[in-house]
């Protein structure tokens, strides 16, 4: 490590999670006499600096491929003024609000070059200076206190084992409060603080000295346990046995029955989980269910909205006659709710006509309460989806404004946090969530109290899909209680092209496995292949769709590993729709070959640049000096570095979970024994839904067949239904 002390010369950038890019005047350093009296570009997390602070910085000079040499900061100090041009400067710098230039020119010629230090150790002295206010005093009392004790605090986490980004980010969170938190039970900072993990706590713990059976080890283990229990299946609760089998692995040590038994009592008493007959429950998500029970029985017993008879019928002819449509009685019903109930579920298979629904809805709506697009429009009735994908298929079908969920609430990528919330409420009164199957527990919670208590919900997905990536399986709760107003269309209407897609869905759904349904034409079609021949067959019909728009096709597989797993199939199709080319440049991120023109696929929501989870696109642009990938999202241009080169990954075969959301023409999707558990009923149904106009089957019918036939795997373990029913029962509401 090199040692560089100077100044603050000016900011170039600064990110909301304090990660400074600053131009430091160097007065002094070990490393080259010749970087003295001269410029430099210094990077990293900092908390309250000044320009006109003098800095003890301690990191590594580099060269960045953009911006030049830099030197990147691990830990600093702040460096008390000593001379007088220095001590007025810091004193009149802002940072003592009221201190003038004249009042610290006053403080310098009483006190001279040891003026800082003598205040720090007796501010009374302040009071020889009359130009002084007692508030004056105040003010260069508290904050030469806490300019101290960020720095030291700071310095003290560093040398426990934190980065500067963390030490940042926790001194942030507790001020003062930071070392007696950590001196009392580091793993706190796991509780309090989403992005600095367990594992990266318990390192720092066990090397500063704490033993293994510590009890505040086990407690922050088990809460530990229990969130990855809870994300990796996607249960809402788990059973004492669970956690403590996890718990095991999670510390790498086996505490006895009664000290992980105390440790759970612990941590019941102090809320951080709660126990329901034998269910342990993470208080995140018991709030979280709470808040849905609450907030859908107040609308559920709220009172139908009152409308002249035979109104909506007559509005519905209307709408038939002007759009050329014609609805069944179930779709008529659906519409006649959307307008007379304050919650409303919607669902139904591949073909029902959802979408069709949705798009009468908002048009009837705009109608009926005589709205006008724009502005006013969009903040009363909003269209949401939990992808962006789904978000923008919802737009093309009804040609209305459509947003993610995240996007709505106006979620903060860097605090984990939602703008719009309880304190600050959307003024929306209609919103309809499309897909909702694929919403999870927490993030519903979250909208919920983005929402005024009378805001209207209409609900519309396909139980039958795959549910939420995150913890719970709200759809099917919510229908299985029987208490919502509930339904479900079941006439097909997409009866020409992909009639056979929907036929298979349909026994899909329904557990049966017809082989006649196959190849009987060539909207649906089944290649034998085994696990060794089913690249080159792959290959083979792959070909054959190498000029069809990147959003016409794909290639989805149910995992990422083994011979026949995403990751393979990826660099083969890669070769087929994107050969090398001396024209195509090309770089190597963490052992994966990217080149212009790749197809990709998004992983991480993006919201500052409007790109989102599920996302695909293209690689446009590689810039191998600045170690730049450009991505066009459907005309959305996104700029990757290092720091997010991990937010994407090639998207020529993604996994059918991603999928969701997604709809395309042509869908190939290969089946195989070796896919094991991850074949099963609601996986396959959903991939098989993405297709609106052709679906290629490739690999064992038998693979198939027990896929379709499994319907036991990923059973999620949630209590949402039963509080609900709990509710009605005990008349709470």
């Known amino acids: 490590m090199s040692r560089v002390i100077g100044n603050i010369s000016r900011t170039i950038f600064k990110s909301d999670n304090d990660y400074y890019v600053l131009i430091f005047r160097v007065k002094d350093n070990d490393v080259d006499p010749s970087y003295n009296n001269k ?3 210094i990077t990293g997390y900092f908390y309250d600096i000044d320009d006109n602070f003098d800095l003890s910085l301690t990191g590594e000079f580099s060269n960045h491929p953009k911006y030049g040499e830099q030197f990147s900061v691990s830990s600093y100090q702040k460096i008390i003024p000593e001379d007088k041009n220095s001590i007025v400067s810091f004193l009149s710098s802002g940072l003592f609000k009221g201190i003038g230039e004249t009042k610290a020119l006053k403080i310098y010629e009483k006190f001279g070059d040891d003026a800082i230090n003598l205040i720090k150790k007796d501010p009374s002295i302040l009071t020889q200076i009359k130009t002084l206010t007692e508030k004056n005093i ?8 806490e300019l101290d004790q960020s720095t030291d605090t700071l310095l003290n986490l560093t040398e426990l084992g934190f980065t500067a980004q963390d030490a940042t980010m926790i001194y942030k969170n507790y001020k003062e409060q930071t070392i007696p ?7 706190t900072i796991f509780y309090d603080l989403d992005k600095i993990t367990f594992l990266k706590i318990d390192r720092i713990a066990l090397k500063n000295g704490i033993s293994k059976k510590d009890e505040r080890r086990i407690k922050a283990g088990i809460i530990y346990a229990m969130k990855t229990l809870a994300n990796e299946r996607g249960d809402t609760y788990s059973l004492k046995e669970e956690i403590f089998a996890y718990l095991r692995i999670v510390i790498n040590y086996e505490p006895s029955i009664d000290l992980f038994e105390k440790c759970l009592d612990d941590l019941l008493k102090s809320l951080k989980i709660i126990k329901l007959d034998e269910k342990y429950q993470l208080i995140s998500y018991y709030e979280a269910d709470n808040n849905i029970v609450k907030r859908l029985t107040y609308l559920n017993n709220k009172e139908d909205l009152d409308y002249k008879k035979d109104y909506l019928d007559k509005k519905i002819l209307e709408y038939e006659k002007e759009s050329d449509i014609l609805y069944d009685d179930m779709q008529k019903h659906a519409i006649k709710n959307a307008f007379l109930k304050n919650i409303l579920i919607i669902t139904g298979g591949p073909g029902t006509g959802k979408t069709t629904i949705i798009k009468s809805i908002v048009a009837m709506y705009k109608d009926i309460f005589n709205l006008k697009l724009g502005s006013s429009f969009d903040e009363e009735v909003v269209l949401l989806a939990p992808t962006g994908r789904a978000a923008k298929r919802i737009m093309e079908a009804t040609l209305y404004k459509a947003s993610t969920i995240h996007r709505f609430l106006k979620w903060n990528k860097d605090t984990n946090k939602f703008q719009v919330n309880e304190h600050n409420k959307s003024k929306a009164k209609l919103v309809i969530i499309d897909e909702f199957s694929m919403v999870d527990t927490l993030l519903f ?26 913890p719970g399986e709200l759809l099917k709760d919510l229908m299985h209680t ?10 097909l209407y997409r ?13 899909i759904n329904n557990g049966e496995v017809h082989k006649s349904l196959f190849n009987k034409n060539t909207d649906l079609l089944f290649y034998e292949a085994d696990s060794l021949d089913l690249k080159e067959k792959l290959v083979m019909i792959a070909k054959e769709y190498q000029d069809l728009p990147y959003h016409d096709f794909q290639i989805m597989a149910p995992m990422y590993k083994t011979l026949n797993g995403i990751d393979n199939l990826n660099t083969i199709m890669q070769n087929i729709f994107n050969p090398k080319s001396k024209n195509k440049k090309e770089i190597v991120i963490y052992d994966v070959l990217y080149r212009e023109g790749d197809k990709v696929l998004q992983l991480m929501n993006m919201p500052d640049d409007n790109v989102y989870n599920g996302d695909i696109g293209t690689i ?6 600045k170690h730049e990938v450009t991505i066009d999202y459907d005309s959305n241009l996104v700029v990757f570095n290092k720091s997010n080169f991990n937010n994407f990954t090639l998207g020529y075969v993604i996994s059918i979970h991603k999928s969701q959301g997604s709809e395309f023409k042509t869908v190939i999707i290969p089946i195989l024994k070796e896919y094991g558990r991850m074949l099963y009923r609601k996986l396959i149904y959903t991939g098989v839904t993405r297709s609106k106009q052709k679906l290629i089957l490739i690999g064992e019918l038998s693979a198939y067949q027990r896929g379709v036939l499994n319907n036991r795997n990923m059973i999620r373990k949630t209590n949402l239904e039963e509080k609900i029913k709990n509710r009605y029962l005990e008349n709470k509401i």
């Open 445 to 470: 919670s979250s909208l919920l109290n983005g929402l005024r208590y009378d805001t209207r919900i209409i609900l519309v997905g396909d139980a039958n899909q795959l549910p939420s990536v995150a």
């Open 138 to 145: 105040v003010t260069l009392k508290t904050k030469l206190e």
């Open 495 to 507: 009866q020409k092209g992909d009639s056979n897609i929907i036929n298979l869905a349909y026994d």
């Open 181 to 187: 938190t950590v001196n009392n039970d580091l793993y």
């Open 620 to 625: 446009v642009e590689i810039d191998n000096l």
């Open 39 to 41: 410029s430099i570009t």
């Open 482 to 491: 029987e208490l919502f107003p509930f339904i479900e269309l079941k006439k």
